[in-house]
């Protein structure tokens, strides 16, 4: 006896979906740059849009519109709201654009501790990879050195060397050559200038 396949539920509409359709039906709002939204915007959009848009679907979609750092930028400058007219509908309040302005900088923040982060990894990677390469012991032996697992040294090494790879090279510098027929000793004069013939015919 074959047990009966119970057709699957149709998958409520992601965040995606949600962002597409309201760039279609609310371009002025959607459609282009961030613009900041109007407060309790959710609810303008049930009431044009009835049943096309779950609570949570749409909830989702609107925590992650207005958590990216496009958006809050957008939030920092502009002075009003926008309706899904694109129509003014209030002015930002300075606590809204403080909260704005703040997580920017700790995303900056967190990406310059990042960055560093990263610098200094590659950093030790290529020291890494320069000790190696000039070392005369086994890799066990090596590894046993640096206190390292001998599973986690060929990963660093080949990370090693492409980034070495992927570092732009400098061109060598060319000084400008001189011609040594012209070039004076230091102790030298130049040759005097042969003046008027003084001699009376």
């Known amino acids: 006896m074959t047990a009966e396949t119970v057709p699957a539920a149709p998958a409520e509409p992601g965040a995606d979906d949600c962002a597409e359709q309201l760039r279609e039906r609310f ?6 740059p961030p613009r900041p939204l109007k407060l309790r915007i959710q609810a303008d959009i049930q009431a044009r849009a009835p ?3 779950s609570k949570a679907a749409l909830s989702a979609f609107l925590r992650r519109h207005t958590g990216r750092t496009g958006y809050l930028i957008a939030l920092t400058r502009a002075t009003h709201r926008v309706d899904l007219d694109g129509a003014e509908a209030g002015e930002i309040s300075a606590e809204h654009r403080q909260a704005a302005v703040d997580e920017l900088a700790r995303r900056r923040a967190l990406q310059t501790a990042r960055e560093a982060e990263q610098q ?10 320069r000790a190696f390469e000039s070392s005369s012991l086994s890799p066990a032996n090596f590894c046993a050195l640096k206190g390292i697992g001998v599973h986690e040294l060929q990963p660093l090494l080949d990370a090693a060397r492409r980034e070495r790879d992927e570092r732009p090279r400098h061109e060598p510098r060319h000084e ?4 040594s027929r012209h070039a004076m000793r230091p102790d030298s004069r130049p040759p005097r200038r042969p003046g008027p013939d003084r001699r009376r015919g």
């Open 27 to 32: 371009p002025a709002l959607f459609a282009g």
């Open 120 to 129: 200094e990894h590659r950093r030790r990677r290529a020291e890494l990879l």
């Open 176 to 179: 400008p050559r001189h011609d």
């Open 51 to 53: 049943g096309v848009f």
